[in-house]
């Protein structure tokens, strides 16, 4: 079955402490994995889609990675406006026509950063 | 401002209301879904539409029933909700057909429903 697990379920950091969000993942095979923030009262705003293992994409202090079966999400020096939290969703390769839309998502990582 | 406009942001009613939550995108795509969102579970797909037809329905219960007039606007008609039909619902849109870099979904802010 189809999963995507991230972790840790929370995380606090101080302003300045770099640290990474795991996305792990279970498909028959990917077609994009895709990084969204989420902040209260809001809706998920997409940051980052990867396609092939090794692909790396930056955004300003956010930096994903992907391998074949986990993407990491760095943050570094992160400052207190980056708190949210962090989504990661999946698209497999279609197994049949017409079902190549779905996502697969976690939970999230709930990212809290103290000035 | 992502370009995908919820409204209402805000809704309480009780379950022998009927109302309706609403979403308009201004970026020109073609597949719009709606989504739920609740605590502690991932998001949930409920519908998929692509050139205004139906092609998903995730076995969500009759209570819900989607809408979708033209491919900028979407509606979700709820009737006899139960409490547990509380929770967030999101819209988003994507350009279906585009190449992989492209085909991303971008979501409004919701509609925070509460059912009493």
């Known amino acids: 079955e189809d999963q995507v697990t991230q972790s840790p379920e929370a995380l606090r950091l101080q302003e300045g402490e770099s640290s990474s969000l795991n996305c792990s993942y279970t498909?028959?095979?990917?077609?994009?994995l895709f990084w969204y923030r989420q902040d209260p009262g809001k809706g998920p705003e997409f940051l980052f889609t990867?396609?092939?293992?090794?692909e790396e994409k930056e955004k300003e202090r956010l930096k994903a990675t992907l391998t074949k079966k986990e993407s990491f999400l760095h943050i570094t020096a992160p400052k207190p406006e980056d708190s949210a939290t962090y989504l990661c969703?999946?698209?497999?390769?279609?197994?049949?026509?017409?079902?190549?839309?779905?996502?697969?998502w976690g939970l999230g990582t709930s990212l809290a950063v103290n000035p | 401002e992502t370009g995908v406009t919820q409204t209402p942001r805000h809704l309480v009613m009780g379950m022998t209301n009927k109302k309706s939550l609403k979403c308009e995108q201004h970026?020109?795509?073609?597949?719009m879904y709606w989504y739920k969102q609740s605590a502690k579970k991932p998001l949930e797909l409920m519908f998929v539409?692509?050139?205004?037809?139906?092609?998903e329905n995730n076995s969500v219960p009759s209570r819900f029933s989607p809408e979708c007039p033209n491919s900028s606007h979407l509606f979700l008609h709820l009737h006899t909700l139960q409490p547990e039909d509380s929770a967030l619902y999101l819209c988003?849109?994507?350009?279906?057909?585009?190449?992989?870099?492209?085909?991303?979904?971008?979501f409004g802010a919701g509609t925070r429903l509460s059912v009493l």
């Open positions: 988003a849109s994507s350009r279906e057909g585009a190449p992989l870099a492209k085909n991303i979904q971008y």
């Open positions: 990867l396609y092939s293992a090794g």
């Open positions: 969703a999946v698209q497999a390769t279609p197994l049949r026509a017409g079902n190549n839309r779905k996502l697969i």
């Open positions: 970026l020109g795509h073609n597949a």
């Open positions: 539409y692509n050139f205004k037809e139906q092609t």
């Open positions: 498909v028959s095979g990917l077609r994009g």
